[in-house]
């Protein structure tokens, strides 16, 4: 929907919404900007606290992932007061009161209106060095890419409103969910990142696209790299899938060259949309191993290398098995 907002520009707007970034930042001053983001869905999980848990780390993300510090949030709510307790939104703003406190930051108010569908989200602010922004738009050819966290939280979501999902699955989901990404976001940082963008509704290689195309470069990924969280590929031969990741991947055509032994199940987790994913970081590769071992002393949920940046190719992704170097298109 951003490609639907008029242009803007401003000396002081750093990252504004045709960047097709995580998060506006905006220069206060010489050695302060602001970074700022808002993010609302409708519930994905039964459990009222975890999704306000769920809906604050989801925003929280990000700001993490252009390398701001949150300091303020204001929640954002629609209710169907008439069927819906209002005991229930409490709980799904102590969620978020708690997740956001775990963040550093405090929730300032927030605004609420009568839908007859419920959602919530959050507007949230962070500081950032303008010098040390992190974006999407700096990935370099031979830059290995990182993942923090495993995919497949739209998958099992969706199965768990079907009562198909077992609880194993919805408690590794919405703990996947809930983690904050500062560690991955400092570790990031520390390390030397080039790019650097939160991987959520448009799934993997969705975001991908985003880094690809701002930084003017192509990806190889390695499909039998990427984790999975528990079950995900049962509910996938099921067909539990939603169908933004349907959508996510009929609008892959075009850009993506598969690699025939890649086969449908791991293409659709490769398109799924997540909620409140990991971070997707471009890191030179002589910085990638203590990157991954920073991740992994920290509990990061992953910390795998899952492709690499190559020069500008009439494709834009070449999705293939890591030990097959043979550029087949099927």
Not at 118 to 131: E, N, Q, S, Y
Not at 190 to 211: C, F, I, K, N, P
Not at 300 to 315: E, L
């Amino acid at each position: 929907m951003l490609r639907l907002m008029p242009p803007m520009a401003a000396p002081d707007l750093l990252v504004g919404g045709q960047a097709m970034d995580d998060a506006a930042v905006f220069r206060l001053r010489d050695d302060l900007a602001i970074a700022f983001t808002t993010d609302v869905f409708t519930p994905i999980v039964d459990d009222a606290y975890s999704f306000g848990a769920i809906a604050a780390a989801n925003a929280l993300s990000d700001l993490y992932a252009m390398g701001a510090t949150p300091f303020l949030a204001l929640n954002i709510a629609g209710w169907p007061r008439g069927t819906l307790p209002l005991d229930l939104l409490a709980d799904v703003q102590r969620g978020a009161a708690d997740k956001v406190l775990e963040a550093g930051a405090v929730i300032g108010g927030g605004h609420s209106i009568d839908d007859p569908e419920p959602k919530f989200g959050l507007a949230v602010l962070g500081t950032v060095d303008p010098d040390a922004v992190s974006t999407n738009a700096g990935a370099r050819p031979d830059d290995l890419l990182v993942l923090t966290k495993p995919l497949g939280t739209g998958i099992i979501t969706t199965a768990g409103k079907f009562d198909v999902a077992s609880e194993t699955a919805l408690e590794a989901a919405i703990e996947s969910m809930t983690m904050l990404n500062a560690v991955a976001a400092r570790a990031a940082s520390d390390h030397g990142a080039h790019a650097v963008t939160d991987v959520t509704g448009y799934g993997l290689l969705g975001h991908l696209r985003e880094m690809l195309n701002a930084s003017g470069v192509s990806a190889e990924v390695y499909a039998d790299e990427v984790p999975a969280l528990p079950e995900v590929w049962s509910l996938i031969a099921a067909d539990e899938v939603p169908g933004g990741t349907e959508r996510n991947l009929a609008s892959l055509e075009g850009d993506v060259r598969w690699h025939p032994a890649v086969d449908r199940p791991a293409r659709i987790l490769l398109a799924d949309a997540q909620t409140s994913g990991g971070l997707l970081i471009a890191i030179p590769p002589e910085d990638e191993a203590a990157l991954r071992q920073a991740l992994e002393r920290a509990g990061s949920p992953a910390a795998a290398t899952v492709g690499r940046i190559t020069a500008p190719d009439s494709c834009l992704m070449y999705v293939r098995p890591m030990d097959t170097t043979d550029d087949i298109n099927d």
